[in-house]
């Protein structure tokens, strides 16, 4: 057999063996199914940060109002009110009113001193506290009023060696915890001396009347 016979032989030989494995596979390759998954970030990893929630604050509100502030003399209005005399001794209302457009407070005792003159000056000795009547925190309102009651003792009962009388016109109040006082017109008899003719009580809500 020459050579270029068996050369021919064995290319027939390949093409059957391409043909037979070309029929096992069934011609042409079955097509794959692709799946696809999409990944999502979780929160915490996202190019953003989540929102934090936001709290409203509750209705009623957490803050606690603050108390109003001490009366100044400039915005209080001192008069006199009821008068009751008994024997040896004058009880008579001095009231307060709020001339401010807020609340204000008043806590304790006024000082008050009889008082005469141009300018008003006081005579004898400035009052007491009554220890009948304890503290206590009075809110006045705009247009509010509050009072305390002072005692004048009798000058007349006084030993003359304690007591010069003097005519007094004015009573010099001092609201709780300020300086200045308020002059309110009011006719006693004062003692120049070392006799103790006032006491007053801590004030209290309300005219006294």
Same mark, same amino acid.
């Given at each position: 057999?020459?050579?270029?016979?068996?050369?021919c032989?064995?290319?027939a030989?390949?093409?059957? $063996?391409?043909m +037979? &494995?070309? =029929?096992?596979?069934? *011609? /042409?390759?079955? %097509?794959?199914k @692709?799946?696809? $998954?999409?990944? +999502? &970030?979780? =929160?915490?990893?996202? *190019? /953003?940060p989540s %929102?934090?929630? @936001?709290?409203?604050?509750?209705?009623?509100?957490?803050?606690?109002t603050a108390?109003?502030?001490?009366?100044?003399?400039?915005?209080?209005?001192g008069?006199?009110?009821?008068?009751?005399?008994?024997?040896?001794?004058?009880?008579?209302v001095?009231t307060?009113?709020?001339?401010d457009?807020?609340?204000?407070?008043?806590?304790?005792?006024?000082?008050?001193?009889?008082a005469?003159?141009?300018?008003?000056?006081?005579?004898?000795?400035?009052?007491?506290?009554?220890?009948?009547?304890?503290?206590?925190?009075?809110?006045?309102?705009?247009?509010?009023?509050?009072?305390?009651?002072?005692?004048?003792?009798?000058?007349?009962?006084?030993?003359s060696?304690?007591?010069?009388q003097?005519?007094?016109t004015?009573?010099?109040?001092?609201?709780?915890?300020?300086?200045?006082p308020?002059?309110?017109?009011?006719?006693?008899?004062?003692?120049?001396?070392?006799?103790?003719?006032?006491?007053?009580?801590?004030?209290?809500?309300?005219?006294?009347?």
């Amino acid at each position: 057999m020459t050579s270029g016979l068996r050369g021919c032989l064995a290319l027939a030989a390949l093409g059957a $063996v391409a043909m +037979t &494995a070309t =029929a096992c596979g069934g *011609g /042409s390759a079955a %097509p794959r199914k @692709t799946i696809t $998954v999409t990944a +999502t &970030a979780p =929160a915490s990893q996202a *190019g /953003s940060p989540s %929102p934090q929630p @936001t709290v409203a604050p509750s209705a009623s509100g957490s803050s606690t109002t603050a108390a109003a502030a001490g009366c100044l003399s400039r915005y209080l209005y001192g008069a006199t009110g009821l008068e009751q005399g008994t024997a040896g001794s004058v009880y008579v209302v001095i009231t307060f009113k709020n001339l401010d457009n807020v609340p204000c407070t008043l806590y304790g005792f006024p000082g008050v001193a009889q008082a005469a003159g141009t300018p008003v000056t006081d005579i004898g000795l400035p009052s007491v506290e009554s220890s009948s009547t304890p503290r206590e925190l009075v809110t006045l309102q705009p247009g509010g009023y509050a009072y305390a009651t002072l005692q004048i003792a009798d000058a007349a009962n006084v030993p003359s060696s304690q007591c010069t009388q003097e005519q007094a016109t004015w009573l010099a109040v001092i609201p709780p915890n300020q300086q200045v006082p308020l002059y309110v017109p009011y006719k006693s008899v004062a003692c120049k001396g070392t006799a103790q003719l006032l006491t007053v009580t801590a004030v209290r809500p309300g005219n006294g009347g």
